[in-house]
């Protein structure tokens, strides 16, 4: 059974920083795209951030390139996402997701609806 679990949001000030984890187990990752998401109230769930896990190859929504860093401790089956930057739209329940296909294409990495597995989320809010 693949458990996702979050750990890390919280209340930051604008411009401030945040690293959010996901602890992964349950199943060897080894050809998984992992991913993040985020959902603001009344807004359907998007894409932030994915890599995948064999090679670390990492894929960003424009909204954060440059901002927000993804990456992984295989060693310890955990998914980091470094948020610096941040801004009040930022603002979202943050959630850890996996996909099982080893074919998923870069492009693909965004769609929510690929990924098989979800942790329960985080709470990131970000005050003007």
């Known amino acids: 059974q693949v458990q996702l679990v979050e750990s890390g949001g919280g209340l930051v000030q604008a411009g401030g920083s945040l690293s959010l984890s996901c602890a992964a187990s349950?199943?060897?990752?080894?050809?998984?795209?992992m991913g993040w998401f985020r959902q603001a109230p009344g807004k359907e769930r998007e894409f932030v951030a994915a890599i995948r896990w064999n090679s670390g190859y990492t894929n960003y929504a424009d909204s954060v390139r440059g901002r927000f860093t993804f990456s992984r401790d295989t060693a310890k089956n955990t998914l980091y996402l470094q948020m610096n930057s941040l801004k009040p739209e930022d603002t979202a329940v943050y959630y850890c997701a996996g996909d099982r296909n080893p074919f998923t294409t870069a492009q693909a990495m965004g769609n929510r609806l690929r990924y098989d597995y979800w942790g329960q989320g985080t709470q990131v809010t970000v005050s003007s």
């Open positions: 349950g199943r060897t990752f080894s050809n998984y795209v």
